[in-house]
Nanobody, 120 residues
Framework: QVQLVESGGGSVQAGGSLTLSCVSS????????MGWYRQGRAGDREYVSR???????FYANFAKGRFTISRDDNQNTVTLQMNNLNFEDTGIYYC??????????????WGQGTQVTVQG
């Protein structure tokens, strides 16, 4: 069973930065496609960024140029560096893993989320 634990959320002033981390346990991390989603005040969960098992990265339009996703397969960790944050970035950020190969290919898992609050 794959478990994901996020950390790094908090409160920051507009224009500031935060780094979110997600540690995975169980399974073979290097085969996972990892991603970040967020849930804002409206309640809808929206896509933020994804990094495939081969290292290719993708971003939502609002994240391009401000957010950077990376992974460390030795540490079973995916990181989201967020710069120049604004009020609209406030929300709960969730880590997502999609199994990329093997008999469970396509199965996805979610962390519990970490709160990001941007003030000012």
């Amino acid at each position: 069973q794959v478990q994901l634990v996020e950390s790094g959320g908090g409160s920051v002033q507009a224009g500031g930065s935060l780094t979110l981390s997600c540690v995975s346990s169980g399974g073979i991390f290097r085969s996972y496609h990892m991603g970040w989603y967020r849930q804002g005040r409206a309640g809808d969960r929206e896509y933020v960024s994804r990094i495939l098992s081969n290292g290719n990265t993708f971003y939502a339009n609002f994240a391009k140029g401000r957010f950077t996703i990376s992974r460390d397969d030795n540490q079973n960790t995916v990181t989201l560096q967020m710069n120049n944050l604004n009020f609209e970035d406030t929300g709960i950020y969730y880590c997502n893993a999609v199994i990329g190969s093997g008999p469970n290919s396509g199965a996805d898992y979610w962390g519990q989320g970490t709160q990001v609050t941007v003030q000012g």
